[in-house]
């Protein structure tokens, strides 16, 4: 309901002046901020996953504003990547590991 009315706002100020860019967004009760903190919990979960398993995870299907938020906070870990995947305005996020983290350390294995 949020985005419907933020997108209906926008609309409303663009038709007002095409030539302008707006970016405007709204918010109620911190519901954005709650909102964004479960998407970085349970890409933090995800994450956990990957490096743990070092096998690939897909996150649910997102729209491309939450997708943004997830791909921002994996990019600070260099243990993982993700892209997404799909087509169309809700896509899925792959995590997976970063590739020096797939293989085995040769250190390790060396010494063995």
Do not use: C, W
């Not at 918010?27 to 490096?51: M, Q, T, W, Y």
């Amino acid at each position: 309901m949020l985005d419907a009315f933020q997108l209906f706002v926008t609309r409303a100020v663009q038709h007002q002046d095409p030539e302008a860019q707006y970016q405007l967004e709204f918010d109620s009760n911190g519901f954005r901020e709650e909102a964004n903190d479960a998407l970085i919990e349970l890409a933090e979960k995800l994450k956990e996953i990957v490096v743990k398993k070092k096998k690939s995870v897909y996150f649910r299907a997102l729209p491309p504003k939450d997708r943004k938020v997830v791909h921002q906070y994996l990019a600070e870990d260099e243990r993982v990547k993700s892209h997404s995947v799909g087509d169309g305005l809700y896509k899925k996020i792959k995590i997976y590991p970063a590739r020096g983290d797939r293989r085995p350390n040769r250190e390790a294995q060396s010494q063995q």
